[in-house]
C-alpha cells in the first residue's frame, strides 16, 4: 500500500508530525548559528533551508524568560499552530522566545497577551512565506 492510504489526515500541510518538527540538538544548533531572520517584541525567528519537502519548526521558550509552564505551553501551541496553516518553503525554522512575557501587572495567560502573541508569531511566519529563499 502506498502512504497516502493511512487515511488520518487529508491533507499533509496542517499535521504536525515528526518529520515537521526539528527535535535533535545539532539540529537547533545547525540553524542556530546562522544570524536570525527576523526579530519581533518578544520572539526571535532562525531560518535555514531544508533538502525536504517541507518546512520543519522548533520551539524554543526558556524558563526563566516564561516560568509557569502554562505559559510555556500556550507559547509552544500557538506557535505549532501558525506554523500548520502557514505556507512556507523547505525551511528549517527555530522560533526563540527572547524576552520575558511575564508581568507584574497581570498574568502571561491573558487573552490579551496571548493575542498579542499571535500577531508577532504571524507576521514572522508570513514574511518567510513571502520570501522565497535563494538556492
Known amino acids: 500500500m502506498d502512504s497516502s492510504s493511512n487515511g488520518s489526515s487529508g491533507e499533509g500541510s496542517h499535521d504536525f508530525a515528526r518529520a515537521r518538527r526539528i527535535v535533535k540538538t545539532d539540529e537547533f544548533s545547525s540553524v542556530f548559528r546562522l544570524r536570525p531572520a527576523q526579530k519581533s517584541a518578544h520572539f526571535v525567528l532562525y ?6 519537502p517541507h518546512a520543519r519548526l522548533g520551539v524554543v521558550v526558556a524558563k526563566r524568560l516564561a516560568p509557569r509552564a502554562v505559559t510555556r505551553n500556550t507559547i509552544k501551541r500557538v506557535t505549532r499552530e501558525l506554523f500548520r496553516v502557514t505556507g512556507l518553503p523547505a525551511i528549517d525554522c527555530v522560533v526563540r ?23 508577532e508569531l504571524a507576521r514572522l511566519f508570513a514574511a518567510q512565506s513571502k520570501a522565497r529563499p535563494a538556492r
Open 97 to 119: 522566545l527572547a524576552k520575558p512575557v511575564n508581568t507584574k501587572a497581570g498574568p502571561a495567560t491573558t487573552a490579551k497577551l496571548k493575542a498579542e502573541l499571535r500577531v
Open 47 to 52: 531560518t535555514r533551508q531544508n533538502q525536504l
